[in-house]
């Protein structure tokens, strides 16, 4: 049985969250105690470098408070995060995180020195590169972001692991695992390595920021932050998901993450094992969450047997529009499928071509302006909503 706390939390107010995280702590039966003399990896939501405002990032006050207990409790707290396009140090000055990684003496990992991760199992994947400072850690205090995603639905504690992959290396995956059921397995095989492939086997404590998420167009600074009001904990990533799923009242068959890792022997095997302790999902009365439009339409025409027509056709294509781009170029640094090239001539944004985009839409995730707008396939209209 796993047992998932979930809490109700209307602000960001410091010591309210202190409380609320030792609380939820106490209801997944882990004691702050355990902390003491381990090496406890935290690892926000660092997207990109945004201010909070944004709801992009686990918010700067959620992760004091957890690095609060950490340190308060005498563990050594590493701070790992690999953002996409920018510097760790750079993204945890703009998200405001920095002066509480000065205030509590914090270390940050090397986010360029990196290990190989090999598991050995009946799976799709079977070697990731992840941060060292992962590999070395006792205890891995994940600080997920409940946000909307267009290829995953939403992206939560099961998907916040995947920033233990160094930068640009994530997009890669975007190449290797193209489909939404792809991506999904890639990410399913990458939390059962962490589970299995080292010894003694860490221990995993998600604690899911969820006082103000992102519905809409997530998760990157497309999306809209939504005040949802909770604070979720819990040692099993997809137990975690499946209670925030249940709180924003969108259906858990879309999140294949959930409904394909009951079947994965790191997770809970249905939801009749998990046990929700606090508040019941309900009570959030949550009915009108959007979730992103872009997962409704077209996720099966990405896959690798719809040729480039079907997919120009059928799936939305990314479009920077002239007047928020402010040529920046973290897009081109991105793409994975070389996809973006130096604006032309007189144009006022990069160059985009769409026959060899793979719609993985990190560009339009990362892009700090929300300057890339995805534009429907011609014929896009005729698909069954
Ligand atoms: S589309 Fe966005 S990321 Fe790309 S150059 Fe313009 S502002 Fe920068
Ligand atoms: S252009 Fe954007 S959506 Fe297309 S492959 Fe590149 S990053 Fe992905």
């Known amino acids: 049985m796993a047992q998932v706390s979930l809490q109700k939390c209307d602000s960001y107010d410091p010591e309210r969250l202190y409380e ?10 882990f004691d702050v105690r355990n902390f003491s003399g381990k090496t406890v990896l935290i690892k926000p939501n660092l997207l990109v470098g945004v201010g909070p405002e944004k709801a992009v990032t686990t918010h700067p006050e959620f992760f004091r408070a957890a690095a609060r207990v950490v340190v308060e409790n005498r563990g050594r707290a590493v701070v790992c995060e690999s953002p996409a396009i920018t510097s760790l140090s750079k993204a945890l000055k703009k998200t405001g995180m920095a002066d509480i990684v000065e205030e509590f003496g914090l270390e940050t990992a090397d986010e360029n020195d990196s290990t190989v991760l090999l598991h050995e199992g009946e799976n799709q994947f079977k070697r990731f590169e992840i941060s060292r400072a992962a590999a070395q850690a006792d205890i891995i205090l994940s600080l997920p972001k409940l946000k909307t995603h267009g290829i995953t639905y939403i992206t939560g504690a099961t998907k916040n692991l995947f920033g233990l992959i160094p930068g640009l290396q994530k997009s890669r995956w975007h190449m290797k695992a193209p489909t939404p059921e792809s991506f999904a397995d890639f990410l399913l ?11 003694p086997p860490k221990t995993f404590i998600h604690l899911m920021d969820a006082v103000v998420g992102m519905e809409g167009e997530g998760p990157g600074p497309s999306g809209t932050p939504r005040h949802i009001g909770a604070i979720l904990a819990g040692t099993d990533a997809l137990a975690v998901d499946w209670v925030a799923v249940k709180v924003l009242g969108l259906p858990l068959e879309k999140v294949r993450t959930i409904t394909e890792g009951f079947a994965r022997p790191c997770f809970v095997s249905s939801e009749k094992e998990i046990e929700v302790v606090g508040q019941r999902p309900e009570s959030f009365g949550i009915k009108d969450f959007r979730p992103s439009k872009n997962t409704f339409f077209s996720n099966m025409w990405r896959g690798p047997l719809a040729t480039r027509t079907v997919r120009n056709l059928f799936t939305e294509k990314p479009v920077p529009q002239e007047e928020k781009c402010v040529l920046c170029y973290e897009c081109l640094k991105i793409c994975p499928a070389h996809a973006i090239d130096k604006k032309r001539g007189k144009a006022k944004t990069p160059s985009f071509d769409h026959k060899i985009c793979i719609r993985c839409y990190c560009c339009a995730e990362i892009c700090p302006e929300a300057a890339i707008s995805l534009k429907k396939g011609s014929l896009q209209w005729l698909l069954p909503r």
Do not use: K, Q, V, Y
């Not at 609320?20 to 209801?27: D, E, K, Y």
């Open 189 to 199: 095989d990458f939390n059962e390595a962490l589970h299995t492939a080292f010894e």
């Open 20 to 29: 609320l995280i030792c609380s939820s702590l106490a209801g997944i039966g």
